[in-house]
């Protein structure tokens, strides 16, 4: 019974490494995606393993420069997710300018095709060139276990990736043509001057100003002044004459004001001078 279970390794061991022959001899390539941005956008670039192939160990990394890119999330991809439950994964964005992606599995081989993970770039603003993403292998290589190492470097296939910088277009705005203005003739009314109407002439009423005849002003009667001496009076032989007044016939025109007075003096006048007469008679 021991014999046939030593029989039985030693012919699964002799098969295993006739197989390791056909492992070596798949190849893998190796790539990183291509993307278009613009300076200030994100970008994210798949890295991908593409062919038939097994490995137990892989060792590889993106370079990228620096000054123009930074990684702002490093995610496993679909292909990185399908790995062996014992394998050791390995991804590393702390070195500026650099992204390693790695894998050991310790018992089952790493196989397949697809996404190993993906890397989102961020763009500088100041960036106006393509920035090339570099896809380097350093370790790839199949181990079983009990076996030899064997390196599989030889048929591995690198294919660089590129972040195409996209320059800003100016936005330039057609020319605002504004229509011609054109203004309407001006037409102005014709002048009509109203007729001229001359007011009629009146002419003022003659107001004749009113006759006003001055005041009679009497002239003052002056008393001569009386003496102590006796006047004597003028003796005459001859009698006075007596005035005869002869009545006018036809009616006396009416004795105004002023004559009435004129005759009142010479009456008193004549009074006096008869007193006076008198008297001289009678001495």
């Known amino acids: 019974m021991k014999k046939f279970f030593a029989l039985l390794v030693s012919l699964l061991m002799v098969l295993g490494l006739v197989a390791i022959p056909a492992f070596a001899e798949g190849e893998a390539t190796f790539s990183a995606g291509t993307a278009t941005a613009k300076p200030g956008d994100d970008v994210v670039i798949p890295v991908s393993i593409d062919g ?30 399908a790995r062996p439950w014992d394998a050791t994964p390995v991804l590393d964005k702390s070195i500026p300018g650099h992204v390693k992606v790695g894998v050991i599995c310790p018992t089952e ?31 790839y290589y199949l181990l079983p276990v ?59 009423p003659v107001t004749e100003p009113p006759v006003t005849e001055p005041p009679v002003t009497e002239p003052p009667v002056t008393e001569p002044p009386a003496t102590d001496e006796p006047v004597e009076p003028i003796v005459t032989d001859e009698p006075a004459p007596v005035e005869t007044t002869e009545p ?18 010479i009456v008193a006048i004549a009074a006096g001078a008869g007193i006076v007469i008198f008297r001289k008679k009678e001495d």
């Not at 095709?113 to 393509?130: K, L, M, P, Q, R």
Request: proline share 15%; hydrophobic share 35%; aromatic share 4%.
């Open 109 to 139: 081989p790493f196989t397949g095709s697809g996404v190993i993970c993906n890397i989102t770039f961020h763009v500088a603003d100041d960036c106006t060139e393509d920035v090339p993403l570099e896809v380097v292998v350093h370790e």
């Open 146 to 204: 009990g076996g030899a190492k064997v390196d599989l470097l030889d048929v591995a296939t690198c294919e660089n990736g590129l972040v195409e910088i996209e320059a800003d277009t100016p936005v330039t705005e057609p020319p605002v043509t504004e229509p011609p203005v054109t203004e309407p003739p001006v037409t102005e009314p014709p002048v009509t001057e109203p007729p001229v109407t001359e007011p009629p002439v009146t002419e003022p």
């Open 52 to 81: 038939d192939f097994q490995c137990h160990g892989l060792n590889m990394e993106v370079l990228y420069d620096a000054e123009k890119l930074t990684v702002t999330t490093l995610a496993p991809g679909a292909l990185f997710n």
């Open 248 to 265: 006018a016939p036809g009616p006396k025109p009416p004795v105004t004001g002023a004559a009435s007075l004129i005759g009142l003096s």
